[in-house]
């Protein structure tokens, strides 16, 4: 359920930020209003087609959809980022570990697969 919500807060943060409507969003993804409607109260499932039809008709690269957005996000708070480290537990990550993803530049995408190689070298000692 929160990652639900978190695509149907980001889709109404880029509604928002472009100056567009739920039914000008439908027209560009090629989806009814009333799924369009469904999805921006986390009630729709959208499949993975869907979500990158309504990706593209925000201009917005598909990840940009499915991060967390900034706590203090209309609609999304401090809990709900809460249910998301709740999350990583359930994927088996150990305390002091935690699951993020990020738009970085190429220098930075390097330093980051650097740590990423690390953190599970140190995990797979740990086990």
Not at 71 to 94: E, N, R
């Amino acid at each position: 359920m929160v990652h639900r919500k978190i695509l149907c807060i980001n889709i109404m943060r880029y509604l928002a930020l472009r100056g567009l409507k739920k039914s000008d969003l439908a027209t560009k993804a090629g989806v009814s209003i009333s799924y369009i409607s469904d999805v921006t109260n986390a009630k729709g499932n959208p499949s993975l087609d869907t979500m990158v039809a309504i990706a593209d008709a925000l201009e917005v690269p598909l990840v940009a959809l499915l991060q967390p957005p900034p706590v203090g996000t209309d609609g999304w708070d401090a809990s709900l980022a809460d249910s998301l480290l709740k999350d990583d537990c359930k994927l088996g990550l150990p305390p002091g570990y935690r699951r993020v993803s990020a738009i970085v530049n190429e220098h930075q995408a390097f330093q980051i697969a650097k740590w990423h190689k690390a953190a599970h070298d140190r995990l797979k000692i740990k086990q």
